[in-house]
């Protein structure tokens, strides 16, 4: 059978999805880390046209018709297999919090994508998910860990987007501090200056060396690695609040960063790190600040996942 006739098979696709927190402080563009907060859709094939519905994160915001950022995901994957459905429902349960820097908008696209390789029952190919996703994106970073799971790290090729996946150490785990308000990522990535001086580039690439090996293998440099000359303090100005957070986690020797373009506040945690109260045997930091939400966050190990069959 071939991909078309599987597309209007009926057969209806669940799709789960993680957030993602991109940069994790020097990485910029190019590191990820997929989180144990989720999005999941059902996609039900009939009919002539798109259904739409959403509950959680963006409901009555968000476009209910073709202009849906996973409905335009899911026809770009299947145009990329040679497939098409003239109407199916979507129903989205959003979980991530959207314009916050967990990757809500890459979840989407590689959910809408995934849910394109279940329609038409063909095996899920990450690297293809990753690169038709980056095409949609425009950048890298969150697709790939949404995609692969775990640590990635993502790079272009001329136009195409590609990543890998590294296992993250046994026990990392992450807390996120949530704001009310939103950033957009335009607005953050219009903040940055065409140019660093070369002894801060010099020393974001020493410390994305090193991230990689705090979070592959010595958490213990965790709040060393994750140090930031490129991006972070220049988008002061959108998040104010979350940049004095970052510092003062920062400075009780918490490894705080910003989580993708802001203005989520991500600390990364493992039992071996020493505790950042000496009086104290938690590894995990506080409570949010008033008129924030906080999440305790594992390290989702294998990315976006399809199941198809009774949507119920």
């Known amino acids: 059978m071939n991909a078309a006739s599987e597309a209007a098979s009926g057969a209806a696709v669940r799709v789960r999805v993680p957030a993602t927190s991109a940069n994790l402080g020097p990485g910029f563009d190019a590191f990820g880390l997929a989180l144990s907060l989720y999005d999941e859709l059902t996609v039900t094939p009939g009919g002539s046209g798109v259904t739409v519905e959403v509950d959680g994160a963006g409901a009555g915001e968000v476009a209910l018709d073709e202009s849906h950022l996973v409905v335009r995901a899911i026809r770009a994957g299947l145009e990329s297999l040679g497939a098409s459905i003239p109407g199916f429902t979507l129903r989205c349960q959003n979980r991530i919090p959207h314009g916050r820097g967990l990757g ?9 994508i995934a849910a394109a390789y279940g329609l038409t029952g063909t095996p899920l190919d990450r690297d293809r998910v990753v690169a038709l996703a980056h095409d949609l994106e425009g950048h890298p970073d969150n697709v790939a860990a949404a995609a692969l799971g775990g640590f990635t790290i993502a790079w272009t090729e001329g136009p195409a987007g590609r990543a890998i996946r590294l296992e993250p150490v046994e026990g990392l785990a992450a807390v996120a501090y949530v704001p009310d308000t939103r950033v957009l990522t335009k607005e953050a990535r219009g903040l940055l200056p065409s140019a660093v001086p070369h002894a801060d580039a010099a020393a974001n690439a020493g410390r994305s060396a090193l991230l990689v090996a705090a979070l592959t293998a010595r958490p213990e ?18 998040m104010p609040e979350s940049l004095a957070l970052v510092r003062k986690l920062r400075g009780i020797g918490l490894p705080a960063i910003i989580s993708g373009a802001g203005p989520t506040v991500l600390v990364l945690t493992h039992p071996t ?15 949010a600040p008033d008129g924030w939400s906080r999440y305790e966050l ?9 199941w198809s069959g009774d949507a119920s």
């Open 273 to 287: 790190r020493p505790s950042a109260d000496p009086g104290s045997t938690t590894q995990i930091p506080g409570p």
């Open 104 to 112: 809500s908008s890459s979840a989407a696209i590689v959910g809408g």
């Open 221 to 238: 440099l965790l709040l060393t690695a994750t140090e930031d000359r490129l991006h972070q303090d220049y988008r002061e100005p959108a």
């Open 298 to 306: 594992e390290i989702d190990p294998v990315g976006v996942q399809v």
